[in-house]
């Protein structure tokens, strides 16, 4: 019999851009915080872990790409971890320290192939220290796929906990019909919803997910301002003449029939906290349950293609 509640924690911060060290010390306090006030799962947002660099071009234009740029992204990729590595054995300490679950968004390092590449990550991690798995994003959004690779279907991840099954995809996968089925169809009671938009737009895309999956849903993004940027970057200029605050948040919980359980935070850095009841969720597919008696199969069809793709394989002799 699973537990029917769970204390959850939403995290709305951001590291010193790039800054490796800065990330972990966050992840670290703000986990103690929050786990100090009750959190069972606590959430970082979309690739807290180094950062997201919003607004840097890092020296790209159609056709061309700059020396100073290649320098920028170089620091990025130098801040990046190896999923498992040695900063997931840190965190798993952490969440080993706090019996909690972590679910944080990071930058991975290909570690497999040639190690160029960046994949925006979610990793998941158990309250005895281990890493249960990981999501890398399908799909980078627009100037994004100049700096992360593309995800496969053997990481649309869900973990079952006793609370209920967790999961979720990451920013603008979420406006993927099917990406979405194929979390549904793996039972999803909580679904994490890291991202980096912060229009009011995005709010009603959690909470059209909340309705249609009858779960919780819980939206993290960062609260990013002007001070979180290294002013040495090659390509600082790009954000001088912005705001200052970059990102504001709006991080949030809603419910499985849609409605906030903790109201979207905005212009400030903050931990949402919420007590979640998940027979809340079976309630809510008493008349909807959109991958079972709404799913008309004999119509419709989703194939998932959920093998590892490899770049080189040995051949058997």
């Given at each position: ?36 006030q009750g959190a069972q799962l606590i ?56 019996e909690v679950y972590l679910v944080i ?57 006793p609370f209920g099954r967790i999961g ?150």
């Amino acid at each position: 019999m699973k537990e029917r509640h769970v204390r959850v924690a939403v995290v709305q911060s951001a590291p010193i851009l790039f800054d490796k060290q800065s990330a972990l010390d966050k992840i670290a306090s703000m986990s103690r915080e929050a786990a100090g006030q009750g959190a069972q799962l606590i959430v970082f947002p979309e690739v807290f872990l180094p950062g997201y660099p919003r607004g840097l071009s890092f020296g790209t234009r159609v056709g061309s790409r700059t020396a100073e740029g290649r320098k920028d992204w170089q620091r990025y990729w130098e801040s990046a971890i190896e999923v498992p590595g040695a900063e997931t054995d840190m965190l798993g300490e952490l969440s080993k320290e706090l019996e909690v679950y972590l679910v944080i968004g990071v930058v991975e390092r290909d570690r497999e192939f040639s190690t160029g590449t960046l994949y925006n990550t979610m990793i998941y991690i158990g309250p005895d220290g281990a890493l249960l798995g990981k999501h890398r994003k399908l799909v980078p959004t627009g100037s994004e796929r100049l700096l992360w690779g593309q995800g496969d279907g053997s990481t649309l991840t869900v973990i079952d906990t006793p609370f209920g099954r967790i999961g979720g995809l990451i920013c603008w996968e979420n406006y993927m019909p099917l990406a979405r089925t194929a979390m549904y169809a793996q039972g999803i009671d909580i679904y994490i919803a890291p991202t980096a938009d912060a229009r009011d737009t995005w709010q009603a895309t959690i909470r059209h997910i909340a309705c249609e999956g009858r779960c919780f849903v819980l939206s993290c993004n960062q609260f990013a301002d002007k001070a979180t940027y290294p002013a040495d970057l090659a390509y600082y200029a790009d954000i001088e003449n912005d705001d200052d605050i970059l990102s504001r948040g709006g991080s949030a919980i809603v419910g499985p029939l849609g409605e906030y359980v903790a109201e979207p935070l905005f212009n400030q850095a903050g931990i949402l906290l919420a007590t979640l009841d998940l027979s809340q969720v079976v309630q809510s597919r008493f008349d909807f349950d959109v991958v079972g008696h709404y799913s008309r199969p004999d119509i419709f069809q989703l194939v998932v293609n959920d093998q590892k793709q490899e770049i080189v394989t040995k051949k058997v002799r």
